[in-house]
């Protein structure tokens, strides 16, 4: 199991939800969640192989960034 965390611009719940879809669809990640309380909006993702790229590619497609930490 690898665990990952990304800082993100996410603003919001309404943001998270923007991704979700995505993130659920990568079928390596076990599960994630997002901080939305601490100041970098932090994503942790924990999956059975590095995700990093696929994390980073739903996050664009939604308007977002998501860089590892």
Not at 39 to 61: G, H, I
């Amino acid at each position: 199991m690898i665990e990952l965390k990304f800082k993100t611009t996410l603003k919001c719940a309404g943001c998270q939800e923007k991704v979700t879809e995505g993130l659920n669809n990568i079928t390596a990640i076990e599960n994630w969640n997002v901080d939305l309380e601490s100041a970098e909006k932090t994503l942790t993702v924990r999956a059975s192989e590095d995700v990093e790229n696929q994390v980073k590619a739903v996050f664009e497609a939604k308007g977002f960034e998501a860089a590892k930490k």
